[in-house]
């Protein structure tokens, strides 16, 4: 089954503009990660929160963790064309390695 | 470093039919995943190995799916016989120690006619 639930399904906008992506779960987690695809492609990883932590950087992605509501979001500032992609937020549980991933959310950035 | 790799890149075969899927991690990678990704859907773990035992296959169809890593190294996954709903892309992923990030293969996309 799903943990990870991401919202919105669907993200369109202007290039330049900042896409904010948010990721909700319901068990205890070791960590929690996002990942890009593009279209028929493999899943790259962006960035990797750990449980005891509550922000995280890289480059233009800005991730948020807040345990106690048991969400995430991914801020990617100044947006480009080329960022359009689904997005995955993963989570690791505390009770095992396996990674569940979410159902994702459709980026499109217009040039 | 080279990532993972996988082929074939497309596979189209009839139902009931089967496959196999192979998979080459990173070199140095323990631990090896299959994930089987339905379109418009997040990938679903299928497999967990570790070197060349299996870690968790709680959600591998064992009636029809089949998958082996041996030498901990390589690894394909079989589908014996294929189902019309086992269309979708079927992922590698491996990575080096625990609670840190996978590397992902491109995938094999398979349709099933």
């Known amino acids: 089954s799903q943990q990870g639930e991401e919202d919105p399904q669907a993200l369109s906008i202007q290039e330049g503009e900042n896409a904010t992506m948010n990721c909700s779960y319901k068990?205890?987690?070791?960590?929690l990660q996002w990942y890009r695809q593009n279209s028929g492609r493999g899943l790259v990883h962006l960035i990797l929160i750990r449980s005891n932590e509550r922000e995280k950087h890289s480059g233009r992605l800005r991730v948020t963790l807040d345990t106690s509501k048991k969400s995430s979001s991914l801020l990617i500032t100044a947006s480009r064309a080329a960022d359009t992609a689904s997005y995955f937020c993963?989570?690791?549980?505390?009770?095992?390695?396996?990674?569940?991933f979410g159902e994702g959310t459709q980026l499109t950035v217009n040039p | 470093e080279a990532g993972v790799a996988q082929s074939p890149r497309y596979k189209i075969i009839e139902k009931r039919q089967s496959v196999a899927f192979w998979c080459n991690p990173i070199s140095g990678h323990a631990t090896l995943y299959w994930y089987q990704q339905i379109l418009g859907q997040g990938p679903k773990l299928l497999i967990q190995f570790q070197n060349n035992g299996v870690v968790d296959d709680s959600q591998l169809p064992k009636d029809r799916f089949s998958a082996e890593r041996l030498k901990g190294v390589d690894s394909t996954l079989k589908i014996q016989p294929a189902k019309l709903e086992d269309s979708a892309v079927y992922l590698c992923?491996?990575?080096?120690?625990?609670?840190?990030?996978?590397?992902f293969g491109p995938g094999t996309r398979l349709t099933v006619l």
């Open positions: 992923a491996s990575r080096e120690g625990a609670y840190n990030e996978q590397f």
């Open positions: 993963a989570t690791e549980e505390t009770s095992g390695s396996r990674l569940t």
């Open positions: 068990t205890s987690i070791n960590n």
